[in-house]
Nanobody, 115 residues
Framework: QVQVVESGGGLVQPGGSLRLSCAPS????????MGWYRQVPGKQRELVAD???????NYADSVKGRFTISRDNDKKTMYLQMKSMKPEDTAVYYC?????????WGQGTQVTVSS
């Protein structure tokens, strides 16, 4: 059984930085796309950024230039470096991993941007 483990959320002041990490636990052979999504109450979950196994990245317009997604394929770990954070970045952030035809989601980690 594969579980997705997220870490790094918390409270940060506007303009501050946080780094999120995500990795699968359990047996997983190959990982194709890893991505971060976020959701606020009453709204749909939205893509923040994702990255393929070859390193191609995709960002939501709202985070371009501020967030950087990366991954370490040997460690099967993905990172999201968030800088110049804004109150509107406040959300629960979810990690999504695809492997073959399967997808796995983490439980989510709360990120709050507030003074």
């Amino acid at each position: 059984q594969v579980q997705v483990v997220e870490s790094g959320g918390g409270l940060v002041q506007p303009g501050g930085s946080l780094r999120l990490s995500c990795a699968p636990s359990g047996s997983i052979i190959s990982i194709y796309i890893m991505g971060w999504y976020r959701q606020v109450p009453g709204k749909q979950r939205e893509l923040v950024a994702d990255i393929t196994s070859s390193g191609s990245t995709n960002y939501a317009d709202s985070v371009k230039g501020r967030f950087t997604i990366s991954r370490d394929n040997d460690k099967k770990t993905m990172y999201l470096q968030m800088k110049s954070m804004k109150p509107e970045d406040t959300a629960v952030y979810y990690c999504r991993i695809t492997s073959g035809l399967k997808e796995f989601w983490g439980q989510g980690t709360q990120v709050t941007v507030s003074s």
